[in-house]
């Protein structure tokens, strides 16, 4: 199973990313956690995204790529894996694509998850991740048992940087301009599936599932 999650900051690609690689037992690779892990070991590669980050916008194609090509040779991957908030450029859905003919492993598809924008602000401003297991919640629409808390593992609950309005609206723009044009690109393929992530998280997930079984 080769899933890639497409959608808007904020549509739940995490969320779902976190039920759905349970469920098929794959890797998740988000390339967004890839660039937070890597600047809390405070490497070069975390410190370049995080110039990008911070403004909202998207971290050189290049350096993505490389990244995601790699981690795609490791052994984890040989049964499938789950591509998360990558690509987001058509350039980076080329290099992919690319990749993905030369080892001879097609895609199984691309879940596209739709929210409407007005939705994905206040998504986004009520966040909250784990910073020992990277789980996501909201303070709102799925809290923790215990405010600040992880049910999971028990560790601190925080606020992203880039969650805050004024770069939650400038990351919205770059979607709208350099990563929506993907749902035409991979529909073209006949392997787009587009879903309501508007609804309830556990309506998503049952209907992803049941796309990706019928695959
Ligand atoms: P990344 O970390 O990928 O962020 P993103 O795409 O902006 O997406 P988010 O993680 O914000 O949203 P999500 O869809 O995962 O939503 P979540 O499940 O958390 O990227 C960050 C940055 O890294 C980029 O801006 C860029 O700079 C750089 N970057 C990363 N990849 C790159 C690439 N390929 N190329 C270049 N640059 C790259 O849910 C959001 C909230 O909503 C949560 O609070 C959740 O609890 C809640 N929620 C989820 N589902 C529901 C539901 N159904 N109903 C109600 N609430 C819900
Ligand atoms: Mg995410
Ligand atoms: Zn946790």
Redesign the pocket.
């Known amino acids: 199973m080769r899933i890639i999650l497409l ?1 808007p ?7 779902q990313a976190e039920k759905l690689v349970k469920k098929y037992k794959i890797p998740h690779i ?4 890839i ?1 937070r892990a890597a600047l809390q070991e405070g490497t070069e590669l975390g410190l370049r ?1 995080k110039e ?2 911070d403004e ?4 050189p194609d290049d350096l ?1 790529v490389d990244i995601v090509k790699e981690r795609l040779e490791q052994d984890d991957t040989k049964n499938g894996y789950l591509l ?5 450029t058509l350039a ?1 859905a080329e290099a992919l694509d690319e990749s993905l003919r030369t080892s001879g492993t097609p895609l199984t598809g691309v879940i596209n998850v739709d929210v409407e924008p007005e939705e994905l602000l206040e ?2 401003t ?2 909250r991740v784990c910073r020992g297991c990277g789980s ?3 303070i709102k ?2 809290p923790p048992t215990v405010r600040s808390v992880c049910d999971k593992c028990g560790a601190e609950l925080y606020q992203r940087d ?1 969650d805050t309005v004024e770069t939650v609206k400038q ?1 919205l723009e770059v979607y709208r301009q350099q990563t929506a044009p993907l749902i035409d690109y991979y529909s073209g393929q006949g392997i787009l599936f587009t879903v309501d ?1 508007s ?3 556990e309506e ?1 997930f049952r209907e992803i599932t049941s796309i990706l079984d019928q695959q």
């Open positions: 959608g900051p904020g549509a739940g690609k995490g969320t988000s390339t967004g956690d660039f995204a990008y980050m909202g916008k998207l971290v993505v998360d908030g990558f690509p987001r980076q998504r986004l009520g966040r996501t919640y909201h629409f799925n880039d990351r992530g609804r309830e998280i998503v």
